[in-house]
């Protein structure tokens, strides 16, 4: 990786160049359409099944868990995950600026995490399965299971904190693929970002 500092126009042509496609030929329709279809199969992330994990959770070698396929998540998910697990307070310099975040409980977060990556189909037989919710309510008397939030409840109530790390750390990989990245084609480390 080169230490020169590189231009908008670099980084666009290396972009394209790590398609296969060379910058060139991305002037002609039949190689836009080539990129299109490049560029729409990564948005299918969500529904391919090949990025898809199946999990299985196992306590002393016996499955407790129905298997369960999680995804790869998006920036926008992981937010949503975040802010769903945090508190936050009125800023003390008026209404006028955005709240202030006082706590994110790491659990709840976690339990997110879990829920927006498990698959849709999965998520109905699993999480969001009524008859499953009713059975844990009549367990747990004192758990209320809020609308929208069941799914995120349930897991919190069947997952030990190693089970949820675990799964949440595979999520994550699955979401940050270093493998799938050229250390070459790489622009700027993670080490020289923070750097500036």
């Not at 002037?27 to 529904?47: G, R």
């Not at 367990?139 to 409840?153: D, I």
């Not at 799964?167 to 940050?176: E, F, G, Q």
């Amino acid at each position: 990786m080169s230490d020169e500092v590189k231009t908008a126009q670099d980084v666009l042509d290396a972009g394209v160049t790590a398609t296969g496609v060379s910058p060139q030929a991305v002037t002609t329709e039949s190689s836009q359409e080539d990129v299109l279809k490049m560029l729409l199969s990564a948005a299918d992330y969500k529904e391919d099944t090949n990025l898809q994990k199946a999990i299985t959770v196992k306590r002393n070698g016996t499955q407790v868990l129905p298997s369960f396929h999680v995804r790869p998540l998006s920036q926008d998910e992981v937010n949503i995950a975040h802010k769903k697990a945090t508190k936050y307070m009125s800023n003390p310099g008026g209404r006028r600026l955005p709240k202030i975040e006082v706590s994110t409980d790491n659990s709840i977060e976690n339990d997110w995490l879990i829920y927006l990556a498990t698959t849709d189909e999965d998520k109905e037989k699993l999480w969001n399965n009524q008859t499953y919710i009713k059975g844990l309510q009549s367990k747990f008397p004192n758990v209320v299971f809020s609308q929208g939030s069941s799914g995120p409840q349930m897991i919190n109530l069947l997952l030990t904190l190693g089970e949820k790390v675990t799964i949440t750390n595979s999520i994550l990989d699955m979401s940050y693929p270093e493998d799938d990245i050229d250390e070459d084609a790489k622009e700027v480390s993670q080490t020289e970002f923070a750097k500036n």
